[in-house]
């Protein structure tokens, strides 16, 4: 089933994405009709479920930030899902960007709004490009931002040739891992509540910073990492008091009940985190925890 997923995001990163991928043919591709993005790929076509394709790619669009030669020197927001649609000759089947059924029509897209989020991807300086005396690739590239540099001032076919091998390896690494950790609980949990985030009214967005809270403190990732345990990671990032005053805020806010906290025995944070605080706090987190989880990837 050839799947058309529209995507959102930073408009920089998203036509050096288009540039890259379209001018080295990759598979997956990114491309451009009209002023929207699009994401296709015979990776995804294999797939029958709208709500596996939505998993998998959100799963791929978060992580290809921030790894391998792909990511960005810049911080930028969310690569977003819009929408998931197919055709068979007759009309367009169009999903939104759980999944879910929205329509069919001969024509048109629907657009989902999903609260961006900010990946803070600050990588440091280009690395230059090494390569062989037959000008095989040998390091380097490792910024979509160096990548797009490289192609501006080698556009014959052996070079592009060249840095599509040196690529590829690092794109099936990452198509191989969206695909497994969009069936692994903490990460999808952490990645829906990543594309979710924002939306909601005060009470909701405690609801949801408690739960990604517990997602990363609970995910047994971490005992195979020097940190151990999730909380451990987490008191890391942000401190143990820290960490402390804001679950426990979290806690104290979401649940009113003053028998049901302590029949819980949520403790009384030692400061009330306000909300502004709270949403750069758990940001921090969510951009760490992601980039922790990338370096299963990258030691690949």
């Known amino acids: 089933m050839s799947w058309k997923i ?51 790619v959100k799963t791929f669009l978060t992580f290809l930030p921030v790894v391998f030669n792909f990511k960005t020197e810049r911080a930028i927001e969310l690569l977003k899902v819009v929408a998931i649609s197919y055709e068979d000759g007759k ?3 169009v999903y939104d960007s759980e999944g879910n059924f929205s329509c069919r029509a001969p024509v048109g897209d629907i657009v989902l709004e999903i609260q961006n989020v900010v990946h803070d991807s ?90 990604i809270y517990e997602t990363i403190r609970d995910d047994n990732y971490f005992r195979s990492t020097t940190y151990r345990t999730g909380l451990s990671f987490i008191e890391d990032i942000i401190g143990e008091e820290t960490a402390d005053n804001l679950y426990f805020t979290a806690c104290n806010i979401q649940i009113h009940s003053t028998t049901t906290i302590k029949a819980k025995n949520y403790k009384k944070p030692k400061r009330i985190i306000a909300i502004f605080e709270a949403e750069k706090l758990i940001s921090t987190l969510l951009s760490k925890y992601i980039e922790e989880k990338a370096k299963e990837i990258e030691s690949s």
């Open 122 to 211: 600050a990588v440091g300086s280009l690395d230059l490009t090494q390569t062989s005396k037959d000008g095989q690739i040998l390091g380097g590239l490792s910024t979509i931002e160096s990548i797009i540099s490289y192609l501006k001032t080698h556009s014959d076919s052996e070079s592009l040739k060249n840095v599509a091998e040196y690529l590829k390896p690092s794109l099936e690494n990452l198509l191989t891992f969206s695909f497994k950790f969009s069936d692994e609980t903490p990460t999808k949990d952490i990645i829906e509540a990543e594309s979710k985030y924002g939306k909601d009214i005060e009470l909701a967005k405690w609801t949801t910073i408690r739960k």
């Open 6 to 56: 529209q995507i959102e995001g930073d408009e920089m990163y998203l036509e050096d994405l288009y540039n890259a991928f379209s001018t080295l043919h990759f598979d997956p591709k990114i491309y451009k009709d009209g002023e929207n993005y699009y994401l296709e790929g015979s990776v995804f076509e294999n797939l029958s479920d709208p709500k596996k394709v939505s998993s998998s």
């Open 91 to 93: 009309f367009k089947y």
